[in-house]
């Protein structure tokens, strides 16, 4: 069992930054594919970025060049920094963490990104 923990959303302007921290309870941190997603009023949850074990890295096409997934295994937290955030970017983001694709997917409880002036 894997329990993750969000933090690091709220409120801010157009054009500006925030950076989400997910904490998880795994001692085996280290070899999850760690992901961050993220479902906005109406639509399906999507995928915005995510790091493997190896730090292969891979984005949404729309936050590509604005959002950064990085991971420290040595305080088992995956970040996301996000700049340049636009009023669309509004969401709930999601930790998610799996040992590969297809084993079973931890999620945390999420934190609301709301991005407007």
């Known amino acids: 069992q894997v329990q993750l923990v969000e933090s690091g959303g709220g409120l801010v302007q157009p054009g500006g930054s925030l950076r989400l921290s997910c904490v998880a309870s795994?001692?085996?941190?280290?070899?999850?594919?760690m992901a961050w997603y993220r479902q906005a009023p109406g639509k399906q949850r999507e995928l915005v970025a995510s790091?493997?074990?190896?730090?292969?890295?891979e984005y949404e096409n729309s936050v590509n060049g604005r959002f950064t997934i990085s991971r420290e295994d040595a305080k088992n937290t995956v970040y996301l920094q996000m700049n340049s955030l636009k009023p669309e970017d509004t969401a709930v983001y999601y930790c998610?963490?799996?040992?590969?694709?297809?084993?079973?997917?931890?999620w945390g409880k999420g934190t609301l990104v709301t991005v407007s002036s």
């Open positions: 790091i493997d074990a190896g730090g292969n890295i």
């Open positions: 795994s001692s085996f941190f280290s070899h999850y594919i």
């Open positions: 998610n963490a799996a040992i590969n694709p297809s084993a079973h997917q931890y």
